[in-house]
């Protein structure tokens, strides 16, 4: 069974410029988490999917940030325009089940830096 | 606010020793407790659950204990090796609104020496 997968593994852009994280989750689980990591920072949580639905939007820093995940399946994650402290690791996570007391898979993250 | 704290500062210990890490809440009382592994440029990898009912949980070489009063969760890696060198996140689940989520601790960093 394949992992869950982002794309790209990095990613450096000009401050103002646009950028588009990619994350396949793993075949049949409908619950997607998108998480941040700042450096010296802990995880942040960014956001849920459950299927196609956004189930909590409510970790997402600003209207800059578009996260979508057309047909239930993989997800993106929009920065438009990017500002430096948008700069850190992004992470996708997936799970079967819907609450907090299954296990999360994680991808490997997109770091982004921004210049 | 919710507040997650694990030792800062790295854990270094010997090879066949058993490495004892710490998380320590606050301002919540979290239902469910997680331990995850990171090793660099990769994503967390689950390692144990905890529910707030539960004092202790194993999984072959690891211990994960739960205390409520305390507000703190120990994590033991028994007869250590090299290759569980790597960096423990702890997380407790927590709430904005009705809406659950995971609030992480920093990590600490541990090394074993052959």
């Known amino acids: 069974e394949a992992g869950v997968t982002q794309f790209p593994s990095h990613s450096v852009i000009e401050k103002g410029q646009t950028v588009t994280l990619r994350c396949d989750p793993i075949s049949g689980h409908d619950n997607l988490y998108w998480y941040r990591r700042v450096m010296g920072k802990e995880i942040k949580f960014l956001l849920h999917?459950?299927?196609?639905?956004?189930?909590?939007e409510s970790g997402m820093p600003n209207n800059r940030f578009l996260a979508e995940r057309t047909g239930g399946t993989y997800s993106t994650l929009k920065v438009q325009p990017a500002e430096l402290e948008d700069s850190g690791v992004y992470f996708c996570a997936s799970s079967r089940g819907q609450s907090m007391n299954t296990e999360a898979f994680f991808g490997q993250g997109t770091r982004l830096t921004v210049v | 606010s919710q507040k997650i704290e694990q030792n800062s500062e790295a854990l270094n210990i010997q090879e066949g020793k058993t490495a004892t890490l710490t998380c320590n809440y606050t301002n919540y009382s979290p239902a469910y407790l997680q331990w995850y592994r990171q090793d660099p440029g990769r994503g967390p990898v689950f390692l144990l659950l905890i529910r707030e009912n539960e004092k202790e949980k194993r999984k072959e070489r690891l211990k994960v204990t739960f205390d409520t009063t305390l507000k703190q969760s120990l994590f033991h890696i028994t007869a250590s090796q090299p290759a569980d060198s790597a960096t423990y996140l702890c997380a407790l689940v927590g709430y904005a609104g009705n809406n659950r989520k995971l609030i992480w601790g920093l990590g600490t960093s541990l090394g074993v020496n052959p």
């Open positions: 999917f459950v299927k196609e639905s956004k189930q909590d």
